[in-house]
């Protein structure tokens, strides 16, 4: 039966349709326990169909971690406005990095959970996304202290400092937000919307750098 | 050889060493491709002692984050003056945390890149020790926000992504601090030290939370 449907449907489309089974799969399972009957059957096609058209677990994984981190950063990217502001700009960036992680939380379970430790191709991939979305953090970090007329009053490495601690501030929040515990907070069933913690992290960071741009600092004494 | 030098010390010890070499070469290898042969050589001992101390490769891993969680929140509560005011308190924490990861980047790699995705049981003990992380530093951004005469300004849902976001940032950091890609920024062989990246984080949270306690909101339309 497999077979015969597998001849109707487009290569492309059952490949996405095998991915899509994947991410589910990895996600809920890791990559060790997560099985390639499972995949198959979640996809609708048969085993050897799989390895036909993807090769490997190996390659299957990879192909999921290329997608999705590719998705992930074509979210935040089509969210930003690139003539705004710098607050503007990252308020736009973070939103759209919620909303994307709310609405794909196998995805994000793959890339920020599992995709780290399978060994150099995989965490290598995962890498240079994180890097490219820091780099862009850390940018808009420095634009605001220049806006803020404060250039040089935030050294290079206090920015690049910020950029790391704003980027895991968001990982966390998202893993936080699509997780039972904030439902626990929110009321059963409910989660945080891609807006409120977009809002929670701007308000803290943004009001942060302010006063750091401002020339305040917390001190062990005061 | 390894089994004469064997007999003249005691397991108790010779278990840390194994441990010790485990830590290393799994921060350095990951899970899969660490080789009990390389753990076995790194401890100076023979692979039939690992195995008849610690059993498998698995239980080698799970004793291996079980003893680096249990260090991690030792020196993190150890650092906290438990009497001090809310901020004092979060600055003495996330000073010990930097420390105590500076000091040992191969135990931290492994709590942070390798234990989450090897299945149910190492996942659980590292979620486990986050979550106490967490729990404290929610507490104290609670009580900062009831010191500074702000409670209910800040809402519960709001303080609970703000623990997590500052945890977030934290281990972030943690892990730039101890990347070649922080040597970039301090020049060559140099890291931030552990007081500097404290107080990085602790200036642009605390300053954050200062501002959003007196009811300052970052608004998308200013």
Redesign the interface.
């Known amino acids: 039966m497999g077979a015969v449907k597998s001849k109707r449907v487009p290569r492309a489309v059952r490949e996405q349709q095998m991915l899509d089974a994947a991410v589910r799969t990895f996600a809920r399972r ?4 997560a099985s390639m009957d499972e995949i198959a059957e979640g996809a609708g096609v048969s085993k050897p169909l799989v390895y036909l058209y993807l090769n490997s677990k190996d390659e299957l994984f990879s192909a999921v971690i290329r997608r999705e981190a590719a998705a992930l950063v074509a979210a935040v990217t089509a969210a930003v406005e690139p003539e705004a502001p710098a ?2 700009q990252l ?1 736009s960036g973070l939103t759209g990095f919620f909303a994307h992680t709310a609405a794909y939380p196998d995805g994000w379970a793959v890339l920020h ?2 995709a ?4 150099e191709p995989f ?1 290598l991939e995962v890498a240079a996304m994180r890097a490219e979305i820091v780099e862009f953090v850390t940018d808009l970090i420095g634009a605001a202290a220049k806006e803020a007329g404060c250039a040089g009053e935030l050294a ?3 920015v ?3 950029g ?10 998202a ?3 699509n997780s039972p515990a ?1 439902s626990g ?2 009321g059963a069933g409910e989660r ?1 919307s891609a807006k ?2 977009a ?14 741009t401002d020339g ?3 001190s ?1 004494g005061g």
């Open positions: 890791g990559y060790r326990a607050d503007r308020w959970q599992q780290r430790t399978h060994g965490a290079d490495r206090e690049a400092g910020l790391h601690a704003l980027v895991g501030a968001a990982e966390s929040l893993e936080w937000a904030a907070v929110y945080p409120d913690t809002a929670t992290l701007m308000n803290f960071a943004w009001a942060g750098l302010g006063r750091m305040e600092r917390w062990p």
